[in-house]
T-cell receptor, first 115, second 113 residues
């Protein structure tokens, strides 16, 4: 596709269930970010993948959160035993790994509601 | 040192006025400073960006001013329009080490008709 694709666009889940959020980056982009955005709030960094390097997981809020990126392309963010405070929009972004002028392209996000 | 501090948190400007959003950073390795614009229900999108070898960059009604010595940069929106109402994020990237785009906390701009 032409842009970053995230699925599902909306997800309602019961507290305690596990969820998987998917991100399809722009083809050829080696950098991939996950952010979380609560209603009316800023972008909370979660995790960053860059090529074959070990990911920067410093933003993951707890061990219930994990992410992987298979084959340097598609990424999946998994939240185990979801809690109500996990409700937010989860945004994925990708970019080329080049020096300077590195524009990050964002997907539309997945709106997660934990009930 | 990886933080980018953004202010104000929210801003109301009358149509035709100038909107000014400020950001400051500590990491001197940052050398790429983009601004992103986000409309409700959408992901952020790149608006304008600057490198530290220039002090100002203008694209239409949007201008970035950059002060390298003060480690500050700002976004000016001239002749603000209601369609500019959105959340604006500044960001910074260091092209050394483990490159990662670091975002400010965002400014919600409302331009009143």
């Amino acid at each position: 596709g032409a842009g970053v694709s995230q699925s599902p666009s909306n997800k309602v889940t019961e507290k305690g269930k596990d969820v998987e959020l998917r991100c399809d980056p722009i083809s050829g982009h080696t950098a991939l970010y996950w952010y979380r955005q609560s209603l009316g709030q800023g972008l909370e960094f979660l995790i960053y993948f860059q090529g074959n390097s070990a990911p920067d997981k410093s933003g993951l809020p707890s061990d219930r959160f994990s992410a992987e990126r298979t084959g340097g392309s598609v990424s999946t963010l998994t939240i185990q035993r979801t809690q109500q405070e996990d409700s937010a929009v989860y945004l994925c972004a990708s970019s080329f790994f080049v020096l300077l002028n590195t524009e990050a392209f964002f997907g539309q996000g997945t709106r997660l509601t934990v009930v | 040192q990886q933080q980018v501090k953004q202010s104000p948190q929210s801003l109301i400007v009358q149509k035709g006025g100038i909107s000014i959003i400020n950001c400051a950073y500590e990491n001197t390795a940052f050398d790429y400073f983009p601004w992103y614009q986000q409309f409700p229900g959408k992901g952020p999108a790149l608006l304008i960006a600057i490198r530290p070898d220039v002090s100002e960059k203008k694209e239409g009604r949007f201008t970035i001013s950059f002060n390298k010595s003060a480690k500050q940069f700002s976004l000016h929106i001239m002749d603000s329009q209601p369609g500019d109402s959105a959340t604006y994020f500044c960001a910074a990237l260091a092209n050394t080490g483990f490159q990662k785009l670091v975002f400010g906390t965002g400014t919600r701009l409302l331009v009143s008709p």
